[in-house]
């Protein structure tokens, strides 16, 4: 799936002083491509992230998601279609502490009324090499293990696209690297569009683009 930006503007009030974080960002993205976003602390990285999840507005201009403009959309036509499109894996891992690994997967599915929730949530983390923990509490696991549940619940739906808003900063450097191999190999296996934000220039070179969020505006690398 396609991701298109156009003239993409989004500025914040404070008090009555408006600042403007994006300025026009122009980018096509081709479906399949794996691509970072890089900036410092404050860039906007996590903003962009949000517009393109369709969790913010932008002020200005179009994002194009496979064509569909998600700018003009209602809340429920942007919440039904990102439930139907687009995943988001965060920081934080965000699982719930009373269901299981395995729970916590199935719930993605069961949301979104897919058929054969259980079945499809151990065959994921499977993948992630979680076969052995489906029946652990996240209490149970360790901050790697945790991450790759939410990952899983992440990839169980079959989005066309993947949003990561660092994936591995809760996570040491070892466990982060082990996590993000499994991670780059899933997305190339099942062609995913993804978008992941970063301060690891380690991490971006993993990626076929890297693109650096500075003064509002995106460039090359």
């Known amino acids: ?23 026009g960002l122009n980018v096509t993205i081709e479906p399949g491509q794996i691509v970072s976003i890089v900036g410092q602390s404050g860039s906007g ?46 920081q934080q891992y965000h699982l719930i502490a009373h269901l299981t690994a395995v729970e916590n997967v199935m719930l993605a599915l069961e949301i979104l009324k897919m058929d054969r929730p259980r079945e499809r949530a151990e065959k994921a983390l499977n993948e992630l090499g979680l076969g052995h923990r489906l029946n652990h509490f996240p209490s149970q696991l360790s901050g790697g293990e945790c991450q790759r549940v939410a990952i899983a619940r992440a990839l169980v739906v079959e989005p066309k696209i993947l949003l990561a808003d660092e994936p591995s900063g809760n996570l040491d450097i070892h466990t982060g690297d082990k996590v993000m191999d499994i991670f780059f190999e899933i997305v190339r296996k099942h062609k995913i569009t993804t978008i992941l934000v970063t301060h690891s220039d380690v991490l971006a070179k993993k990626c076929e683009r890297i693109l650096r969020l500075e003064e509002g505006r995106l460039k090359e690398i």
């Open 45 to 90: 990285k996590s903003t962009l992230l949000s517009l393109l999840a369709g969790l913010e507005r932008a002020d200005q201009g179009e994002i194009l998601v496979d064509n569909v403009n998600l700018t003009p959309l209602t809340e429920h036509q942007i919440t039904s279609f990102r439930a139907q499109n687009i995943a988001i894996v965060f």
């Open 1 to 23: 799936m396609s991701l298109i930006l156009k003239d993409v503007r989004k500025g914040f009030h404070q008090g009555e002083t408006e600042i403007q974080v994006l300025r």
